[in-house]
């Protein structure tokens, strides 16, 4: 492969290489199950989806896995809020989350494992760090000795003993007059009157958060998984801590490339449901934002930039979306007329990639178009091919549809067949899916919108920052040819007029 992905742990972008070949191991951070997912979480799980079908369309043999926290203070906080119980909390919002991640178009992951389910592995876990001298008991809680571990701090870059110092000035509280080390965290937290507990060696209580997935992801993939997935908050401490106390256990690497997306900013915070500045999937959607224009709003951004949430971004968007779903529909609302063959939809969960050149026009389209996603997954450079792809695409639709005639030259109508099939294809990669619904699929204004004139731009300066400046001169240039001249300023800001 020659793909890149940037790896937090070594800070540096890489060339990714399967521990088995043909195979890919991922494990991603899933939600806490007390609430609705907001757009913060549609933003995680549609790059994720889109690497994972990029993976899979490359040829490789992918194992997802994804987990649920369906157990936790938050969780029981809402059940005593509602005079309701953990597993009712959990069971309602796992159901919501099935149901907004395939409205999105996300792939299923393979196992969805939950922290109640894996108690024995945690337990054991636990044991075997207790054994090791890495964990001590307290009362009925058990701590991980963070300073046991030597490389604690080598994802986010802390040190530790510059913490210690830090935390001179807190006052003590119950808890951590019972550890070793101020930053030392829970593995097992012992019962506490009125909540939910599960028996073990330690006595009754249930599992800490970070000690769930480093199990999880041991019962599921193995010591040593590929790629670890989350979202740029779970550096410290989840992931941190999930590396201190597996490989602890294991003496092994836990992962070798570790993946962070980040943030979606509203006003310049982050959104979150702990600040109420959050969006839900569910109430969006209800809005009347189209599945398929949320997804291309998240995929127009880099998946580790942050992603500003403005209703004028948001429009954008759906005006992008439009046009391009217009191409995408062609084939189906007028494949007959323009005596195309029959061509099955696109199953995502057995995309291969194709190897022939459909043509000499589309081969270093799609050429292009695996550049980007090779390039640490530069989604925004993909839709500008998908784009590129689908201009004579979309002005035939708009012919069609006002009533003009089907017939075509023969070789043309092949070419754009086959046009049409590719965009088809890589679209799919992306995760994105024709939508018949009459407000998206109809005419769509053929002039260049501007969410295909940003994903112009940002290729452009991805172009320029690899030194392919011949790159870089044609996007310009064709964006030239249709009236759009570019003003390249200070700072890497590249600004745009229409002539």
């Known amino acids: 492969m020659t793909l890149r992905l940037t790896n937090t742990l070594t800070r540096r972008t890489e060339l990714f290489t ?82 907004d991640m395939d409205s999105l178009g996300i792939l299923r992951p393979d196992s969805m494992p939950r922290a109640t389910q894996c108690l024995d592995g945690i337990r054991a876990l636990i044991g075997e760090l207790e054994a090791k001298g890495a964990a001590y008991s307290a009362d ?26 830090n935390a001179g000035g807190r006052v003590a509280d119950a808890e951590g007059a019972r550890k070793q080390h101020p930053f030392d965290f829970a593995l097992w937290k012992g019962a506490k009157e009125g909540e939910p507990s599960f028996p073990s060696p330690w006595g009754a209580g249930r599992p ?48 070798q490339v570790w993946m962070h997306n980040g943030m979606v900013n509203v006003g310049g915070q982050k959104m979150s449901k702990s600040l109420g ?28 930039k942050p992603l500003d949430f403005t209703a004028d971004a948001l429009d954008a968007a759906a005006t992008g ?7 995408l529909g062609l084939g189906e609302r007028h494949g007959q007329s323009l005596g195309w063959p029959a061509t099955p939809a696109l199953a995502p969960e057995a995309l ?17 178009f695996i550049d980007a996603m090779d390039d640490d997954l530069n989604s925004s450079g993909a839709l500008a091919v998908l784009f590129d792809l689908a201009k004579p695409l979309r002005a035939l639709a708009n012919r069609l549809d006002r009533g003009d005639g089907a017939d075509r030259p023969a070789d043309e109508v092949v070419a754009l067949a086959l046009r049409w099939q590719l965009l088809r294809d890589l679209a799919a990669v992306l995760g994105l899916r024709c939508e018949a619904d009459s407000e998206t699929t109809g005419s769509a204004d053929d002039s260049t919108n501007q969410v295909e004139i940003q994903a112009a731009i940002d290729a452009r300066i991805t172009a320029k920052s690899t030194k392919n400046y011949a790159e870089a001169d044609r996007i310009r240039d064709e964006l030239r040819a249709q009236g759009i001249e570019l003003i390249d300023k200070p700072g890497g800001i590249t600004e745009w007029i229409r002539r």
């Open 18 to 99: 399967p521990l088995r070949s043909g195979k890919a191991s991922i494990y991603c951070c899933g939600v806490t199950v007390y609430d609705l997912c907001h757009l913060g979480h549609a933003r995680s799980y549609i790059n994720w989806d889109v690497l994972r079908r990029y993976l899979i369309w490359s040829g490789l043999d992918v194992s997802f896995v994804q987990n649920f926290t369906d157990i936790d203070d938050k969780i029981l906080k809402r059940a005593s809020e509602e005079n309701s119980s953990m597993t009712a909390v959990s069971e309602r919002n796992i159901d919501a989350f099935h149901t």
């Open 140 to 165: 009925g809680d058990v701590y991980f000795a963070v300073m046991k571990h030597s490389g604690y701090g080598k994802l986010s870059g802390r040190d530790l003993s510059e913490q210690q110092e």
């Open 208 to 255: 800490g958060w970070h000690i769930e997935c480093s199990a999880m992801v041991r019962a599921e993939l193995g010591d040593t998984i590929d790629i670890h997935l989350g979202g740029a908050d779970l550096v410290f401490p989840h992931h941190e801590n999930e590396i201190a106390q597996s490989e602890a256990a294991t003496g092994k690497e836990l992962a």
């Open 277 to 304: 500045n959050f969006t839900t999937i569910r109430a969006l959607l209800e809005s009347g934002v189209s599945p398929m224009t949320l997804r291309l709003f998240v995929l127009q951004a880099h998946y580790r």
């Open 321 to 327: 979306w439009k046009g391009l779903n217009a191409a």
């Open 352 to 368: 291969v990639g194709t190897t022939n050149d459909p043509s000499e026009t589309l081969g270093p389209l799609q050429q292009r």
